[in-house]
């Protein structure tokens, strides 16, 4: 099952160095999402990021939101949100991997029919002031449905508890936290 991290600033500071240390003591993942929603420096430590993270070589970098930042940047993708589904073919014709956020059977086949690579599907467990949680059924459904789309399970998922209930069903590509990587030692909190 592939982990996907999404980064969130108020846990790795702002500067080069803290975040560099916090990614080094990053406990495993496969995909990083750059994910900085206050920030008016988006650009600036987006591309950062990005170097600290070709230096470490790791090549699974996410950019949210913009589509042009990553590529300018040469980002390995994009995250989309909810509200961006008209910017799916955009991304694509650019080559960028495309993952959109889904919190519902509809919005997992609308990304699907638009060409998407993957999307992210929350919540599904009990997570703060996200609405009720979807649960392990529902996603099971959504993964049988959209075989050959790559879901990521999103919300709640905070131990090798959640891990272990989402690694029984079959053909999930993944998952995505923030507060599984912090708690596995991303960074002291």
Do not use: C
């Not at 003591?25 to 650009?43: C, E, P």
């Not at 960028?96 to 919005?107: P, W």
């Amino acid at each position: 099952m592939k982990r996907y991290l999404i980064t969130d600033p108020k846990y790795y500071g702002d500067s080069t160095e803290s975040f560099r240390d916090s990614i080094l003591k990053a406990y495993k993942f496969d995909y990083i999402l750059y994910r900085d929603k206050k920030s008016l420096n988006y650009r600036k430590f987006a591309k950062i990021f990005l170097d600290v993270l070709r230096g470490l070589k790791v090549t699974k970098v996410i950019i949210h939101q913009n589509i042009l930042l990553a590529n300018e940047l040469k980002a390995f993708g994009v995250h989309l949100t909810s509200q961006q589904f008209d910017e799916i073919q955009t991304s694509k014709r650019l080559k960028l991997f495309t993952i959109v956020s889904t919190h519902s059977f509809d919005e997992v086949k609308l990304a699907y029919n638009l060409g998407a690579d993957a999307v992210t599907f929350s919540p599904i467990f009990d997570t703060p002031d996200k609405g009720r949680p979807k649960g392990v059924e529902t996603l099971q459904k959504i993964v049988k449905d959209f075989p050959n789309l790559k879901v990521f399970a999103l919300g709640g998922i905070i131990s090798e508890v959640e891990i272990e209930k989402l690694s029984k069903i079959e053909g999930l590509f993944g998952f995505s936290s923030i507060r599984f990587f912090i708690r596995k030692g991303i960074i002291k909190n």
